[in-house]
């Protein structure tokens, strides 16, 4: 992976953030991207390599665009985009309110798509690339209290299995990763610290989406499910 472009949505805490040092440490450029331009900047001061900030809302296609774009221009190649970034509201169904429901489904499904369209531009021009979904296991199983948080990941499924069908043939892979709960900033506010701390370490997340991803002679790997021990 070195010298390698990688890109990563909602790289400003979590698993995103785990997934930039590890590459980084192993000489990849990182294209940090999200929101909040002081939590990409603190990600990319512990960062032993080469990177570059964009903030970015990933649930507007202009603002998409204007990002890859500079990407492309600027070293000339996407070598891997990982799709991370993700929001969830968590409640009864009739009680979301309509905000929470768009805010869901247009960044963790738009915001899929969108980035998707505008590296596949990209990774078929250089006739290479890996796109890495991370979908979470709200995508395989509906879940009490999280109806729309599955509605956009069952959407991102779909749309991650329509790819690599569409792709088949081409030497641009696609992968879902499927995991149960991280010990993230993604629950704060929705579990205690007890909880929280039984769950999955993104390191360790992070390491076995790296493994599997990896290429490897007459082997595709298009899907992994990581579930917490319970």
């Known amino acids: 992976m070195k010298n390698q472009v990688i890109v990563i949505t909602g790289a400003g805490s979590g698993l995103g953030a785990s997934l930039a040092k590890k590459y980084s440490e192993i000489g990849a450029h990182i294209c940090l991207l999200g929101r909040t331009e002081n939590k990409l900047k603190d990600i990319g001061r512990e960062l032993p390599n080469n990177y570059s900030i964009h903030t970015v809302d990933i649930s507007k296609l202009s603002d998409v665009k204007r990002v890859f774009d500079s990407i492309t221009q600027t070293y000339g190649q996407i070598d891997l985009l990982f799709n991370n970034a993700g929001v969830g509201s968590f409640d ?29 531009k990209q ?14 296991t709200a995508g395989l199983i509906g879940k009490a209290t999280e109806s729309v948080y599955c509605a956009s990941k069952f959407g991102v499924k779909g749309f991650t299995e329509s790819l690599v069908v569409e792709l088949t043939g081409t030497p641009i892979s696609v992968f879902a990763a499927y995991m149960g709960g991280m010990n993230t900033d993604f629950w704060s506010g929705i579990f205690d610290q007890d909880k929280t701390s039984k769950m999955m370490n993104p390191d360790d997340i992070a390491e076995i989406i790296m493994d599997n991803i990896k290429p490897r002679k007459n082997i ?8 917490n021990v319970k």
């Open 220 to 227: 595709a790997i298009p899907e992994i499910i990581i579930k």
């Open 123 to 136: 990774m078929k021009k250089q006739n290479s690339g890996t796109i890495v979904n991370i979908v979470s």
């Open 92 to 120: 009864l169904a009739e009680e979301l309110s309509e905000e929470d429901i768009h805010n869901m489904i247009d960044t963790n499904l738009k915001g899929t798509i969108f980035c998707s369209q505008e590296v596949l």
